[in-house]
């Protein structure tokens, strides 16, 4: 099992910036893709950003540029700073992690709010 822990979210307004962590536990050994994804309001859950163990990543469109994902492997930790944020980045961000082993694990959610 992994065990994940995010902290991060919270309220700004239009073009304020956030930063979200992802601390895993546990069953480390095997993790190979980390990533964030969002859930706003009566949508699906979406892919915001991944990062693979090699430092591979993949952005969702809408938040190239502005969204920055990173892994400290040594933490165990991945972070995505979110810059220029809008009202429409709004959602529940959801921390998931790959194991090669067991498979996908995913936080229990933060949210984030972008609104003046």
């Known amino acids: 099992q992994v065990h994940l822990v995010e902290s991060g979210g919270g309220l700004v307004q239009p073009g304020g910036s956030l930063r979200l962590s992802c601390a895993a536990s546990?069953?480390?050994?095997?993790?190979?893709?980390m990533g964030w994804y969002r859930q706003a309001p009566g949508k699906q859950r979406e892919l915001v950003a991944t990062?693979?163990?090699?430092?591979?990543?993949n952005y969702a469109y809408s938040v190239k540029g502005r969204f920055t994902i990173s892994r400290d492997h040594a933490k165990n930790t991945v972070t995505l700073q979110m810059n220029s944020l809008m009202p429409e980045d709004t959602a529940v961000y959801y921390c998931?992690?790959?194991?090669?082993?067991?498979?996908?694990?995913w936080g229990q959610g933060t949210q984030v709010t972008v609104s003046s």
């Open positions: 998931k992690v790959t194991n090669a082993i067991s498979g996908d694990y």
């Open positions: 546990g069953s480390i050994f095997g993790i190979y893709v």
């Open positions: 990062i693979a163990s090699g430092g591979s990543t």
